[in-house]
C-alpha cells in the first residue's frame, strides 16, 4: 500500500486538554500576527523608518507571521474542528516552505549582525556602506538562500516509499518524523540533510561569531561607561534572540546519526517542544524585543494613530 495521506497527531500527552490549547495558541497566533503586522506595516509606510536596520526588521516580521502560518491554523483546525489529516503532498510543501523561512530567518539574523557590526565599528561610513542597494541585495540573498536550502532534502523525502504507518507523532509536517514512517534506508536522507543544515548554520553563525567578536572588542575599547552600555544594548537583543532561535534549532537539524529517528521509532515531545522555542516562541519575542521596546517604533505609531484619528475627526465633520 502506498500512504495518501498522513494523520498529524502531536502533543501526545496533552490529548486531554485541547479546548485549553486552542485558547491558547489562538491567542499566541493573534498576538504574532497583530505585532508582527504592526511593525511590518510600520516599516513599510513611515518614511522615517526607511534605514537598512529596520528595513530587516520589517523582513523579520514578515517572515514570523508566515513562519507561524504555517503551522499554527493546521494545530486549530485538529484541535478545534478534530481535523487532523493532510494530504502527501500538502505534508511536503508544510515541509518546505517550513525549513525554507527557518533558514531565511538564520541568513537574515546574520545579515543584522552584520549591520549591527557596521554600525559599532564603522559608524562614519555606515552610510556608505550599508546603500540601499546593498541592504537590498543582502535581503534578496537571504530569501534566496533560505528557500533553496531545503529542496534536496525535501524531493529526497518525497521520493521515499511510504508504505505502513501514517501517523506523524508532531504538530506539523517535519523532516525527523517523516523520515520514521518511511520503509527504506535514511542514511542518503540524514547525509544530506545533515549536510544542508551544516551549510546553513556554518555560514550563518560564522557571520555572527565574527561580527559580535568584533562588537565587543569595540565596546571594551569605549572609554565612557554610559557609552559602553548604551552601544551595548543596542546588540543585546539581537544577541537574545540568536540564541534562542539557534540552540533548539541545531538540536533538532545536527543531531549525529544515532541519534536521528529510524523507521517506527520517533519521540515527538521533546521535538515538538524544541520546535515550539524556535517557530513559536522567537516570533513573539521578536517584536517585543527589538520593536517595542523601540523609541523609533514607538513615535512610528504614535504618529500614525495620531494621522488616523485626525482622519477620522475630519471625516465626522
Not at 520517533?266 to 524544541?274: I, K, T
Request: aromatic share 14%; glycine share 4%.
Amino acid at each position: 500500500t502506498h500512504v495518501t495521506e498522513f494523520i498529524l497527531f502531536g502533543f501526545l500527552s496533552l490529548q486531554n486538554f485541547n479546548n485549553l490549547l486552542s485558547c491558547v495558541f489562538l491567542c499566541i497566533y493573534l498576538f504574532i500576527l497583530s505585532s508582527n503586522g504592526i511593525i511590518f506595516f510600520l516599516v513599510i509606510f513611515d518614511r522615517h523608518l526607511h534605514t537598512p536596520m529596520y528595513f530587516f526588521v520589517g523582513n523579520l516580521s514578515f517572515i514570523d507571521m508566515t513562519y507561524t502560518s504555517v503551522t499554527i491554523p493546521q494545530m486549530l483546525a485538529k484541535s478545534l474542528m478534530n481535523l487532523n489529516t493532510i494530504s502527501f503532498t500538502a505534508c511536503f510543501v508544510q515541509m518546505y516552505i517550513f525549513l525554507s523561512l527557518g533558514a531565511t530567518e538564520c541568513y537574515l539574523l546574520a545579515v543584522m549582525a552584520y549591520d549591527r557590526y557596521i554600525a559599532i565599528c564603522s559608524p562614519l561610513h555606515y552610510q556608505t556602506i550599508m546603500t540601499r542597494q546593498l541592504y537590498i541585495i543582502l535581503s534578496t540573498a537571504a530569501w534566496c538562500g533560505g528557500f533553496a536550502a531545503p529542496v534536496a532534502l525535501t524531493l529526497l523525502a518525497f521520493n521515499l516509499p511510504y508504505c505502513g504507518p501514517n501517523i506523524i507523532y508532531h504538530y506539523y509536517c517535519d523532516d525527523p518524523p517523516l523520515l520514521s514512517l518511511a520503509c527504506a534506508d535514511l542514511s542518503l536522507n540524514v547525509t544530506v540533510g545533515s549536510f544542508s543544515a551544516i551549510v546553513v548554520y556554518l555560514v550563518t553563525l560564522s557571520v555572527i561569531v565574527i561580527s559580535y567578536t568584533k562588537i565587543i572588542l569595540t565596546i571594551l575599547r569605549i572609554s565612557s561607561k554610559g557609552g559602553r552600555k548604551k552601544t551595548f544594548s543596542t546588540c543585546a537583543s539581537h544577541f537574545t534572540v540568536v540564541s534562542i532561535y539557534f540552540l533548539p534549532l541545531m538540536f533538532m537539524y545536527l543531531r549525529p546519526p544515532g541519534l536521528y529517528p529510524s523507521e517506527g521509532e520517533y519521540s515527538s515531545e521533546v521535538d515538538s517542544l524544541l520546535t515550539m522555542l524556535y517557530s513559536v516562541l522567537t516570533p513573539i519575542m521578536n517584536p517585543i524585543i527589538y520593536s517595542m521596546r523601540n523609541k523609533d517604533i514607538k513615535i512610528a505609531f504614535q504618529r500614525k494613530i495620531g494621522f488616523i484619528c485626525t482622519r477620522s475627526s475630519l471625516a465626522t465633520e
